[in-house]
């Protein structure tokens, strides 16, 4: 596609519930990041994929947050049992290689929040 | 670990005004400096990157040096307009290889006034 494509742009939940991000980079590019931005805080890194394996998750704040790859493509990020605290917008980006000077390209990002 | 420090916002400035927008660092050896934005309703987007010590990034008239001796990126623009108003980023990636993982700051809001 032309761009980073989020979807959704909202999303408004119930604390305790499931919720899937879901994220198109793109096409071509190998890497797939995803960020989170809290109020009054910079971005925070959540994860990263390589291809369909992410080397690099050591930014998820805990075991209710995993993420997935697909073909390369489009990746998903859920959220289980969400809590207030989850409340944030979540950013993907996508590059086509992993090195240190690689340009992301960000999605508009999908605003989360949970009553 | 890695940090970014960048001034707080709001920053409101008149049309033509002189913008700086400091931004200091953190970090175990040489990272990588950039400088992201995001206007309203758009996603972040590079605006200008510096590699290595004394290297200057520029881009649509700003500009940013990389100071090592001062762990500074201070963004400036010598005549902003109305049409620059947006979130401005601070980051660093680390020169560590395995994923372009970046740090960034909290962003500084610009506003600019006609």
């Known amino acids: 596609g032309a761009g980073v494509s989020q979807s959704p742009s909202n999303k408004v939940t119930e604390k305790g519930k499931d919720v899937e991000l879901r994220c198109d980079p793109i096409s071509g590019h190998t890497a797939l990041y995803w960020y989170r931005q809290s109020l009054g805080q910079g971005l925070e890194f959540l994860i990263y994929f390589q291809g369909n394996s992410a080397p690099d998750k050591s930014g998820l704040p805990s075991d209710r947050f995993s993420a997935e790859r697909t073909g390369g493509s489009v990746s998903t990020l859920t959220i289980q049992r969400t809590q207030q605290e989850d409340s944030a917008v979540y950013l993907c980006?996508?590059?086509?290689?992993?090195?240190?000077?690689?340009?992301?390209?960000f999605g508009s990002g999908t605003q989360l929040s949970v009553l | 670990g890695n940090s970014v420090t960048q001034m707080e916002g709001p920053v409101t400035l008149s049309e033509e005004a002189f913008l700086t927008i400091n931004c200091t660092y953190t970090?175990?050896?040489?990272?990588?400096l950039f400088w992201y934005v995001q206007y309203p309703g758009e996603g972040l987007q590079l605006l200008l990157k510096?590699?290595?010590?004394?290297d200057k990034g520029s881009n649509k008239g700003f500009e940013a040096t990389y100071r090592k001796e001062t762990t500074s990126f201070h963004l400036e623009k010598g005549s902003v307009q109305v049409s620059d108003s947006a979130v401005y980023f601070c980051?660093?990636?680390?020169?560590?290889?395995?994923?372009?993982?970046?740090?960034f700051g909290t962003g500084t809001q610009l506003k600019v006034e006609l």
């Open positions: 970090a175990t050896g040489y990272p990588s």
């Open positions: 980051a660093l990636s680390p020169f560590t290889g395995g994923g372009n993982k970046l740090t």
């Open positions: 510096a590699t290595k010590a004394d």
């Open positions: 980006a996508s590059s086509l290689g992993t090195g240190a000077n690689e340009k992301l390209f």
